[in-house]
């Protein structure tokens, strides 16, 4: 690069002469329309490109100035409390953020000392400790952080979690990472009762008691953290923890205290005016991981910015998902278990709807490596259960499911000698092929929400190539007159339509939840379809209810009528919306947006194929096409457009569906209670009907709103003076707010 670009000594300008003009760049880049281009035909890219990091000393690592910092003076109880909460705000930020480790961890010129000590020399030698010193106590808790920091990263590579977005290492080369066991941590960070005890009776006043306090309990969340360690070495009695399983019950309890305990302290830390107690100069420099080979720049450091509320937010966010992930193994069946893992992947940790998480990542690495603990290349255990795959888990989830006391379990358990051989080979073939994708829907509580959608949108297109497969291997069964020709009902197949119509609902929500649709025309869509898939999952349940009853199998009947229930939420809140979205139509909103209408080849057939891109190859059943959704929109604004019939009819028609859906809403929560889950796990669903109620509350009174602008307004004056809104916050995620209001 520096044989092609001229070094600035060759063009004899002092420096004095030079400016770094990025931010006013920026500033004026920032008021062009966007997607225009501005471009003057005697300036290439090229040299925009190289004026732009002429001198900017954020483009280049080598360019930004070390600020030494000499820590050898003693620190005071302040000093000492301002660098451990800065370092606690490294890792949140590493881990919240998208911040590299570069620019958190090894921001910390304490760490760096240690780990540059280390490199050189393979021990501590060359950092004079004093035991009674904070100096001495903020180097224990560096090393903890450190620790701490490989661990999460071991356990990442082992989880396979490891991309920018999850666990940021900005590209940095992590060698600097040095061995040691357990044992040589416990001894290198401990602070022992007599430290502490000599450390407090130099406390003067409240503050500094409290100052003290916190810095205990800092140290408590970073052992505690390493302590997960443990848990992959635990004997997990899946689906039967009683008091026979004494050692693991106090295990498990222990850890489940000791993270609330942790919890309650985070939520508890009462500092006064944390943030303005600044670190010494120095102790944090965004260019101290240079030392480090860092392979790229270095970026502002966000540490020295972030609020410490940011910081305990984002601590008690991961003990509390760790907390629901260890409460999976409360789970008494494999319904609970399935249930439980519905709740831990549509779990949201903020309320932004610009950036929708799903849990934390430790919670997620976490999750992954406890069920997949000691794996190995010829087997496949899970919870570190001695001959328990994920095979095992499917073929027990699809008999309690539906298929107990079907003809296929009965073949499957009996233990006659004359078994229908056949039947039992493509059976076994049949779960074995099933089960490794299953294992991969087991997994998504460790994706992200939006990879989470990507995966559903692959589920999707294997359940419909499973569904005529799972139809022909049926067929088959019959002409070895394992079924009796005149049978109607095929169980496979009934349940394999009902994880694709589950598939297609969970993509379309998730997308509405992820903000991929973004105006009136493609929310009118959305909602028929919802309204199309849901009601067909309610007649799939229906069939899976009666082939149940038929088999007896009452634990099963119970809970499709939950989920059909539960289902029947999401029908009638479609309903509602789509009477919203069908108003706004009828008011003119429904149009392209503007810098559509006038691109060539672009048409509102075209859009709304590409909508629905990836459900073009579903059959049975079939999604609607462009023509329905048009008929069905011109019959709805038809019958708006006749006011004062309309009127009554939506208002007798929102009645019913309030009724419906709290007499379903009433139903779930009766089910759950016969069901006898976990308290936990009834909680969480309490609570999402609960915020259903709430939607539909505030969906009723959008919908009345909307109502009055339909009475009062004509369509030229409504779309001349108002814009839509859709409102997000406070809002359930799958059904946003539709507010009309006046333009600026």
């Excluded at 304490?110 to 100096?135: M, Q």
């Excluded at 120095?282 to 240079?290: C, H, T, Y």
């Excluded at 297609?504 to 903000?515: N, R």
């Amino acid at each position: 690069m520096a044989d092609l670009i001229p070094s600035l000594e060759s063009f004899q300008i002092s420096n004095q002469k030079l400016r770094d003009v990025t931010d006013e760049f920026f500033k004026v880049t920032s008021s062009i329309e966007y997607s225009k281009i501005v471009k003057s035909n005697n300036f290439s890219l090229l040299h925009g490109t190289h004026a732009l990091e002429l001198l900017n000393t954020r483009l280049d690592t080598f360019l930004l100035q070390k600020a030494e910092y000499s820590i050898a003076k003693d620190l005071d109880l302040t000093e000492a409390t301002s660098i451990i909460s800065a370092q606690l705000k490294c890792l949140t930020c590493w881990l919240g953020q998208n911040v590299g480790v570069p620019n958190s961890l090894l921001s910390s010129e304490y760490i760096s000392r240690i780990l540059e000590s280390y490199t050189k020399c393979g021990n501590f030698e060359s950092i004079p400790l004093r035991d009674d010193s904070w100096r001495t106590v903020v180097f224990k808790f560096s090393i903890l952080m450190i620790s701490t920091a490989k661990f999460i990263l071991n356990l990442a590579l082992k989880s396979q979690i490891y991309e920018d977005e999850d666990i940021n290492t900005n590209t940095m080369n992590l060698n600097w990472f040095f061995e040691l066991s357990n044992n040589d941590i416990f001894k290198l960070t401990l602070v022992s009762n007599k430290t502490w005890t000599s450390l407090k009776s130099q406390l003067s006043t409240a503050e500094d008691a409290k100052y003290f306090d916190f810095i205990k309990n800092a140290f408590q969340i970073l052992q505690t953290l390493s302590s997960l360690d443990s848990m992959f070495q635990w004997e997990i009695p899946l689906f039967n923890v009683n008091q026979s399983h004494k050692d693991f019950l106090v295990k498990f309890n222990n850890k489940l205290v000791q993270m609330e305990k942790i919890v309650e302290k985070l939520d508890g830390i009462d500092l006064l005016d944390m943030d303005s107690i600044q670190p010494p100069v120095g102790s944090f420099n965004s260019n101290a991981q240079i030392d480090f080979d860092n392979q790229s720049p270095p970026k502002e450091l966000q540490i020295l910015q972030s609020s410490w509320n940011d910081c305990t937010l984002n601590l008690t966010q991961l003990f509390n998902d760790l907390i629901d992930v260890m409460n999976i193994l409360k789970s008494k069946n494999i319904i609970e278990f399935v249930e439980w893992l519905k709740h831990l992947e549509s779990k949201r940790n903020n309320t932004d709807s610009n950036e929708i998480n799903g849990l934390h990542i430790i919670a997620r690495i976490v999750f992954y490596s406890l069920i997949n603990s000691n794996q190995t290349p010829d087997s496949n255990p899970i919870f570190n259960i001695k001959n328990l795959t994920f095979k095992d888990l499917f073929w027990t989830y699809m008999k309690d499911f539906a298929l107990k006391n079907s003809k296929i379990d009965k073949e499957m358990s009996s233990n006659k000698r004359n078994k229908n051989v056949a039947v039992l080979e493509q059976v076994d073939y049949y779960l074995d092929a099933i089960s490794l994708f299953w294992k991969e829907s087991v997994m998504l509580p460790t994706l992200n929400p939006s990879r989470q959608r990507q995966f559903k949108c692959k589920e999707l297109k294997y359940w419909n190539m499973r569904q005529s497969e799972t139809g022909s291997l049926e067929d088959y069964f019959i002409n070895l007159n394992f079924y009796k020709a005149n049978e109607k009902v095929y169980p496979l197949t009934f349940i394999i339509i009902y994880f694709k119509l589950k598939a297609i609902s969970e993509v379309i929500l998730k997308s509405i939840e992820l903000s991929l649709f973004k105006d009136v025309r493609e929310y009118v869509s959305v909602y028929y379809q919802l309204i199309l898939i849901s009601s067909q999952l309610n007649q799939q349940i229906s069939d899976l209810i009666l082939m149940a009853n038929t088999n007896k199998n009452n634990d099963s009947v119970l809970y499709l009528s939950f989920l059909k229930n539960e289902n029947n939420l999401i029908y009638q809140l479609s309903i509602l919306k789509a009477k919203q979205f069908e108003m706004l139509s009828f008011l003119g909103f429904n149009t392209l947006p503007p810098n559509l209408i006038q691109t060539p080849m672009i048409n509102p057939e075209l859009l709304y194929k590409l909508q629905w891109k990836q459900f073009h190859n579903i059959t049975d059943p079939e999604m609607l096409n462009f023509k329905e959704f048009q008929d069905r929109l011109h019959q709805s604004v038809t019958l708006i457009s006749d006011v004062s019939t309309f009127v009554p009819i939506l208002k007798q028609e929102m009645n019913g569906l309030v009724n419906e859906f709290t007499k379903s809403a009433n139903l779930c929560n009766a089910l759950v209670g016969k069901m006898r889950w976990f308290e936990e796990l009834k909680d969480v669903k309490a609570l999402k009907f609960d915020k259903l109620l709430e939607e539909l509350a505030k969906s009723k009174l959008d919908t009345t709103e909307l109502l009055e602008f339909v009475k009062l307004k004509g369509k030229d004056t409504v779309t001349k003076d108002y814009v839509v809104n859709i409102v997000r916050l406070g809002r359930y995620s799958c059904f946003p707010g539709v507010k009309l209001s006046k333009k600026n």
